[in-house]
Nanobody, 128 residues
């Protein structure tokens, strides 16, 4: 079973940037599709972005398209999410998730139930 630990969250002003990392242990993530979700207070956990095991297929939520970029380094067993032009509405706890999958094309992967393993989350707060 893979374990996931997120880092890189913090407090940033609107328009600023952060890079989140998701470090995996226990197993190599090279056979996993990976995703990022977020959950704001009082709201359901929502999809942000996902990446196939080889990085060749990526999907973004419309709300972050053009501002966030997901990437992965399988040699380092780590997934990243660069967040630029942050807005107050991006404030949330951000979670990394993994799904064992050999698919080279992301299909779906936008719901919580599709993932096998979750990290503990990292808080991102964007001030106006």
């Amino acid at each position: 079973q893979v374990q996931l630990v997120e880092s890189g969250g913090g407090l940033v002003q609107a328009g600023g940037s952060l890079r989140l990392s998701c470090a995996a242990s226990g197993r190599t993530i090279s056979s996993y599709s990976m995703g990022w979700f977020r959950q704001a207070p009082g709201k359901e956990r929502e999809f942000v972005t996902a990446i196939s095991w080889n990085g060749g297929s990526i999907s973004y939520a419309d709300s972050v398209k053009g501002r966030f970029t997901i990437s992965r380094d399988n040699a380092k067993n780590t997934v990243y999410m660069q967040m630029n032009s942050l807005k107050p509405e991006d404030t949330a706890v951000y979670y990394c998730a993994a799904k064992r999958s050999a698919r080279t094309v992301i299909v779906g992967m936008r719901t919580v139930n599709e993932y096998d393993t979750w990290g503990q989350g990292t808080q991102v707060t964007v001030s106006s």
